[in-house]
């Protein structure tokens, strides 16, 4: 008797899933050699510079920077620059969260010490 359609459907349905799942317990070099899913490196092209992924950080393919050398070493100093800043910006922030706890443990002393004046005052009335 000829097969149903709706049967080889259902078995193509059951075969792919059978095939996520297996594809699913499996490590990843055994999926590249058992199925073929070999990826190969992550790479992208951004303004003319191709990069690719390797050890979980972007780098630039060897020959692949068309960069001016005197706009590279103005990026440097720049950056030089914004850095020295942000450390002077820092320090400062360090100094001016010091003057702000000395200045509030100053006022919390003088608050307790006008409170110890009024209690005192109270007991001589």
């Known amino acids: 008797s000829p097969r149903n359609g709706k049967a080889r459907s259902g078995f193509g349905f059951l075969l792919k899933h059978w095939s996520v799942v297996f594809s699913l317990q499996l490590d990843r070099t055994t ?24 050890n979980g950080q972007w780098v630039a393919e060897s020959g692949s920077f068309t960069g001016n050398h005197r706009e590279t070493q103005r990026l440097r100093k720049r950056n030089q620059q914004l850095e020295e800043e942000n450390n002077l910006l820092r ?35």
């Open 31 to 54: 999926r590249e050699i058992e199925l073929g899913l070999e990826y190969g490196t992550p790479s992208m092209n951004l303004a003319g510079q191709n990069l690719k992924f390797e």
């Open 91 to 125: 320090l400062k922030v360090d100094i001016l969260l010091d003057m702000l706890a000395e200045t509030t443990a100053e006022s919390h002393l003088l608050d307790r010490e006008l409170e110890e004046l009024k209690n005192h005052s109270r007991r001589r009335k």
